[in-house]
């Protein structure tokens, strides 16, 4: 063995064990203090979050406040483009639980792929077209909730250089004046499935599924909670506080085993940069890092994670694999999918499994949900379409749960 060499099976232990910190020692202070303090400079506005919210302890103890409604969507390319079940289901959630949000027409992508994957663009533009997004949403009275993951990770980074950097804050100024736009930095950068996990108990309350009987894996996105680790929710009930504890907070409260399984801490495969130029390295370390250990250590019903390009990778990379007999077919949904899943959410209509490549079907029939009905009534939806009877699909024939409680 050479030098330096470490085996992997001894970083993976190092991973499973408590990390114990003194909260007193936390490695980062708090980024608002100094925001308000550039607001009062007269540097930029500062956002506020709106009332109701909910306080969640992050990974060093901070409290970081989650609006409950008055959100402006910043929504994700990559689920718009392949996973649209994936928006709609948060949509979907918001209005089964009457809560005032607004779907803006007037954002603009993060430039995400920019700025992890080709290296083309410069840290200026990326800051301006995030302040020309939080000022299009401060402009509304929205306050912005992030549905990717990527762009949730990037907005931090970016946050943190804008704050620290005056340079780069008079630069990006003076693209906003020629835009007519003010410099707006919202009080917390909130990711979806934070409004995901606050909203859990809510989720439960209204579940017309059984889920008790399935088994799910978690796949933790590391754009959510290893870029700026100290924003991420972290909760003392949920492995010890040693993990984030997103997404797994939501399936227990569904009632959903949770099972672990070694490799939970690695990459689903994406990583950015090699998705674009090594994509058979993406596909085989999705597949024999994540699908095929959780399949050989758990056997689960389905795997569910809070990021567009996990989903994506995760799902879509085992088409490859099962072409050369791997031991794959885990279908792969988000969190949110799965909360409206639960609450009776349609399959084609809201959750759109049919975008989906690993085959769903037999976790459809797990759960006891006619799938083919629902099927042939999505189709009639789009006959009637095609006949010019219906513009397209509307909200009033998602809106209405496939089974209702007694």
């Known amino acids: 063995m050479s030098a330096g060499f470490v085996p992997v099976e001894e970083i993976l232990d190092r991973k499973s064990r408590p990390v114990l910190r003194d909260p007193r020692e936390a490695p980062t202070h708090d980024l608002r203090e100094e925001l308000f303090e550039l607001e009062a400079k007269g540097e930029l506005i500062v956002m506020r979050v709106p009332e109701p919210y909910v306080e969640v302890t992050t ?117 906003l004046d020629k835009l007519g736009k003010p410099l707006v930095v919202p009080e917390e950068i909130v990711h979806y499935s934070e409004w995901v996990h606050v909203m859990r108990h809510r989720i439960a309350e209204r579940k017309v599924i059984d889920m008790s009987h399935l088994t799910a894996c978690v796949h933790p996105a590391c754009h959510y909670y290893k870029i700026v680790v100290e924003d991420a929710i972290y909760d003392p009930d949920i492995y010890g506080a040693q993990r984030t504890a997103t997404v797994t907070g939501l399936l227990t409260a569904l009632d959903i085993n949770v099972a672990d399984y070694s490799t939970w801490f690695d990459c689903c495969g994406f990583g950015f940069r090699h998705v674009l130029v090594q994509r058979d390295f993406t596909r085989s370390f999705a597949v024999l890092r994540k699908i095929e250990v959780m399949k050989n250590e758990v056997d689960p019903d389905m795997v569910v994670t809070h990021d567009t390009g996990c989903v994506t990778t995760l799902d879509k990379s085992q088409f490859a694999a099962k072409a050369h007999n791997r031991k794959v077919g885990v279908p792969v949904l988000s969190d949110a999918q799965v909360a409206a899943m639960a609450m009776g959410a349609h399959p084609f209509r809201v959750l759109q499994l049919h975008w989906h490549s690993t085959d769903w079907r037999p976790l459809m029939e797990k759960l006891g949900i006619d799938w083919q009905r629902y099927w042939e009534e999505f189709q009639e939806d789009l006959d009637a379409i095609r006949r010019g009877e219906k513009p397209g699909l509307t909200w009033e024939d998602a809106d209405q749960p496939i089974v209702t409680v007694a």
């Open 59 to 175: 990974k060093f103890g901070r409290k970081k406040k989650i609006p409950i409604e008055h959100t402006w969507h910043h929504k994700s390319c990559g689920q718009c483009g392949h996973i649209p079940g994936y928006s709609a289901s948060i949509f979907w959630l918001h209005r089964q639980f009457g809560l005032d949000f607004l779907d803006p027409t007037d954002q603009t992508s993060c430039t995400g792929w920019n700025y992890y994957a080709s290296a083309t663009s410069n840290a200026v533009a990326q800051l301006a077209v995030m302040s020309r997004n939080f000022a299009a949403a401060y402009e509304t009275g929205y306050f912005p909730l992030i549905h990717c993951g990527t762009s949730y990770g990037h907005y931090k980074e970016a946050r943190e250089q804008l704050i620290h950097h005056k340079e780069m804050r008079d630069e990006v100024r003076r693209i």
